[in-house]
C-alpha cells in the first residue's frame, strides 16, 4: 500500500457529462501530481500541486482542471467528456516540491466514458 | 527541453536469464532516474533510483547503471522471474524540468517459464 488513496476506482459516463476525481496524498507529503495513462500508453503528466498551489503543467487539456485544498486533498475534473478521455488516471504524491523526489502513486481511477 | 527514450519497448527472456532496459536522455540537466515497475491493471511502483553523484545501485537482483557522459541509464534483472513480467519505466527528473518526471515509453517484459 503506497498511502495514497485515490476515489473513486472505476467511474463510467457518458459522453459530455463532467467528473470529479478525488485524491488523498501519503501522510507527510506536499506534493500531488496528476497522470493519464491511455490503453498501452505511457504516463502523460497532466499537473502538478505543491502545498496548494499549483507547480508545474503539462499536457493538460483546458477542459480539464485541478485544484489542492488546505487538507493537501486534490481533486481533478473532467468536463465535456469525449470517448477520447477514457484512460486510468493516477494520483501521485512525493515529499518534496521538484521532481527529485520518488512519486508514490495510488491505484488509479478507471474512467470510461461511453 | 527534457527528452528520454526507452529501449526496448518489449523483452522477452526465458526464466533465470538477465533482463536489460535501457534510457537515454539528452539534457545534461538531469540528476534523478528513478524505475517504476508497473504490473498488469495496478500502480506504478518504484523500484529503484539513483541520483547522478552515483555510478551504480544494486538491490537483490536489481540494480541501475547510469553513464553521465554518454547520457544513459539502465535497469539490469538477474535471475529473472515470472512475477518480474511487467512493464517497467525509466524517469528523469530535474529542478530545470519545472518540478516533473519525465518518464519514458515503457517496455514489457515477458518472463516466460
Known amino acids: 500500500d503506497s498511502g495514497v488513496t485515490q476515489t473513486p476506482k472505476h467511474l463510467i459516463t457518458a459522453t459530455g457529462q463532467r467528473v470529479t476525481l478525488r485524491c488523498s496524498p501519503r501522510?507527510?507529503?506536499?506534493?500531488v501530481y496528476w497522470y493519464q495513462q491511455s490503453l498501452d500508453q505511457g504516463l502523460q503528466f497532466l499537473i502538478q500541486y505543491y502545498n496548494g498551489e499549483e507547480r508545474a503543467k503539462g499536457n493538460i487539456l483546458e477542459r480539464f482542471s485541478a485544484q489542492q485544498f488546505p487538507d493537501l486533498h486534490s481533486e481533478l475534473n473532467l468536463s465535456s467528456l469525449e470517448l477520447g478521455d477514457s484512460a486510468l488516471y493516477f494520483c501521485?504524491?512525493?515529499?518534496?516540491?521538484?521532481?527529485?523526489?520518488?512519486?508514490?502513486f495510488g491505484n488509479g481511477t478507471r474512467l470510461t466514458v461511453t | 527541453g527534457e527528452n528520454v527514450e526507452q529501449h526496448p519497448s518489449t523483452l522477452s527472456v526465458q526464466e533465470g536469464d538477465s533482463a536489460v532496459i535501457k534510457c537515454t536522455y539528452s539534457d545534461s540537466a538531469s540528476n534523478y532516474f528513478p524505475w517504476y515497475k508497473q504490473e498488469l491493471g495496478k500502480r506504478p511502483q518504484l523500484i529503484i533510483d539513483i541520483r547522478s553523484n552515483v555510478g551504480e545501485k544494486k538491490d537483490q537482483r536489481i540494480a541501475v547503471t547510469l553513464n553521465k557522459t554518454a547520457k544513459h541509464f539502465s535497469l539490469h534483472i538477474t535471475e529473472t522471474q515470472p512475477e518480474d513480467s511487467a512493464v517497467y519505466f525509466c524517469?528523469?527528473?530535474?529542478?530545470?524540468?519545472?518540478?516533473?518526471?519525465?518518464f519514458g515509453a515503457g517496455t514489457i517484459l515477458r518472463v516466460k517459464s
Open positions: 501521485a504524491s512525493s515529499v518534496g516540491g521538484d521532481s527529485l523526489s520518488p512519486l508514490h
Open positions: 524517469a528523469l527528473g530535474a529542478r530545470e524540468y519545472g518540478n516533473k518526471l519525465v
Open positions: 501522510s507527510g507529503d506536499l506534493s
